[in-house]
């Protein structure tokens, strides 16, 4: 008898079931820009996943091992998550864009027993991994002949027989990071019945079903792309493609070539899409004031006049029906300009450490900068202000277990069954949330990723006549009701007086070599020794007080 899979104990025995029950329908399309790599039945899927799990069983990774998912985004990213699943692994996604010296870190810090890696991430990351602490390192995609720098490949057969790992709803079923590396690196621990519980609460949002087909554009080991749009596709039976370059004209072909109905993005894609859609608009005279009267007229909801479907299915395809934003804070504006399009757009917010999606937005309602709560998950905003903005805290079924290795931080993250968000915002009066700024000191990019200063912070050690230095984000520093234009700021104190022009010329080089959004806007200048408690720790919310009570904004200086 085929187990259901909304009533599965673990996500591998839940994928399993949809598996067995959607043996025959397309699972997966990979593209590679205008090139179709191939495309999988759910069966073909089980018989590759089954295939991997036993090549790690036979490496000896056993129930309860980390696995580590290093790839862009592929069918051999979902085999592999799979096949860690049904080994009974913990699967540990890492994000393929960063450096291999923070690849370096965050595998250091997750300790996993088998790295999955593409080929030539591999050659950048072997020189500098240092062993990996003997893990096994499973290459994807070498060319025949290639140095594996002691790699086995993902396309070798198995030694010996698979065997399913059942696991049980509380178990691990991820390491998820939440936040760079330089500092303490922060891995989320999430549950088999987290996901589970998130593809049920999501999935009653978005009403995905069969004949789906999901655009994955967020990289899969992002959270927000691992929950929507790997986990909830895989157990409603949808389809999932693959595009394995992030270029706008790439994406906007394959979502009209595969004729997508769904998809995730982040704010800063969204935003691409919008200014090539207002490039074809723009040769339409007073498109606004036609489209006004198209819907004054007999119309029904949805249905577009032959000039705007033509100009939304150049750029989204014909089929589309619901584009959620998540990963980043999102402008009004910006979902104003798609529904009055007419194209559907649900905005979301949400934690790694809350298991991704905590609140949505009605996508057949303008959005007006506030989200309903999803179903179990309960909200408070404590020590509120006269305007009604406090930090929020949450409790849900899906928070996680706490932070990998970190005691300290999963004690001030989670307190009695809640989680300190370190987000800002207000309770309306029909109980939507509504996100204005953070209480904590990090950034989060419109591209979706966290920045936490203390990770910067690393990078400009030893900066010539300078005594100390610290980053702070510009709206922790002087708090500010918004999400929009967030940076950040050095605060460093010179050898002896202003800072020295050698010391201003390293800054700025280091700023350079930097990933774009990580790098600093400006620098404030402070002349007094840094607080530090009496094991020469610094007191980072000390001096940000002292920081508060004597400058303001004006104060930070350009870096150029």
């Not at 009974?88 to 994000?95: F, I, K, M, S, T």
């Not at 990071?177 to 999501?202: D, E, F, N, W």
């Not at 009267?293 to 949805?302: D, N, Q, T």
């Not at 920045?451 to 709206?475: K, M, R, T």
Request: proline residues 7%; contains cysteine.
């Amino acid at each position: 008898m085929t187990m259901d899979p909304r009533t599965a104990p673990s996500l591998g025995d839940a994928i399993a079931a949809s598996i067995e029950l959607h043996g025959t329908r397309l699972a997966l399309i990979e593209a590679d820009r205008e090139r179709e790599n191939g495309r999988w039945t759910y069966a073909q899927l089980g018989a590759e996943s089954e295939r991997f799990a036993a090549l790690l069983q036979g490496h000896g990774v056993a129930a309860g091992d980390r696995v580590a998912i290093l790839m862009s985004n592929q069918f051999k990213w979902i085999a592999s998550a799979v096949g860690g699943f049904w080994a009974g692994a913990v699967v540990v996604p890492v994000d393929v864009r960063q450096p291999p010296e923070e690849h370096r870190s965050l595998l250091a810090h997750a300790a996993p027993r088998a790295l999955v890696i593409e080929y030539p991430v591999w050659e950048r990351l072997a020189p500098v991994a240092g062993g990996l602490g003997g893990a096994l390192v499973v290459a994807c995609e070498a060319p025949a002949g290639a140095e594996l720098h002691g790699a086995v490949r993902w396309e070798d057969p198995p030694s010996g027989r698979f065997t399913r790992r059942s696991r049980a709803p509380d178990d691990v079923a991820t390491v998820v990071y939440s936040s760079g590396t330089a500092g303490t690196p922060k891995g989320c621990m999430l549950h088999h019945r987290t996901y589970l519980r998130q593809a049920q609460m999501v999935g009653g949002v978005c009403r995905i079903g069969g004949e789906d087909r999901y655009m994955s554009i967020l990289p899969t080991s992002h959270t927000t792309d691992f929950t929507v749009g790997f986990i909830l596709p895989l157990l409603s039976g949808a389809s999932i493609v693959h595009q394995r370059t992030m270029r706008p004209q790439f994406l906007s072909a394959s979502m009209r070539t595969y004729q997508a109905t769904f998809t995730v993005m982040a704010p800063r894609v969204l935003e691409q899409f919008e200014r090539r859609l207002r490039a074809r608009l723009a040769s339409v005279p007073d498109w606004p004031e036609r489209l006004a009267a198209h819907r004054a007229g007999p119309s029904r909801p949805g249905e577009f006049p032959p000039w705007l479907d033509a100009i939304i299915d150049a750029e989204l395809g014909s089929q589309l029906r619901l584009i959620m934003i998540g990963g980043a804070f999102v402008e009004r504006g910006l979902a104003a300009f798609f529904h009055e399009l007419g194209i559907p757009v649900a905005v979301g917010y949400g934690l790694t450490e809350a298991g991704t999606v905590v609140s949505i937005s009605d996508p057949r309602a303008p959005f007006d900068g506030a989200c309903h709560p999803l179903p179990g998950i309960e909200l408070e905003v404590r020590d509120a202000a006269d305007d009604g903005v406090g930090e929020i805290w949450l409790r849900s079924p899906t928070l996680m277990g706490g932070y990998l290795a970190a005691p300290e931080l999963t004690q001030a993250a989670l307190v009695d069954g809640w989680l300190r968000t370190g987000d800002l915002g207000r309770l309306e009066p029909d109980g939507r949330l509504r996100i204005v700024g953070r209480a904590k000191n990090m950034i989060v990019t419109s591209g979706g990723k966290n920045v936490y200063p203390e990770d910067i912070e690393s990078h400009f050690e030893g900066l010539p006549d300078c005594a100390e230095l610290c980053v702070f984000a510009e709206n922790y520093l002087w708090p500010a009701r918004t999400m929009v234009g967030e940076g950040l700021v050095a605060v460093l104190r010179p050898d002896r007086g202003a800072p020295s022009q050698a010391l201003l010329d390293e800054l700025r080089r280091r700023n350079r070599e930097l990933a774009e959004y990580k790098r600093l806007r400006g620098l404030v200048a402070w002349t007094r020794p840094f607080p530090t408690t009496a094991s020469h720790k610094l007191q980072r919310d000390t001096l940000a007080d002292q920081l508060r009570a004597a400058l303001d904004r004006t104060a930070v200086v350009p870096i150029g």
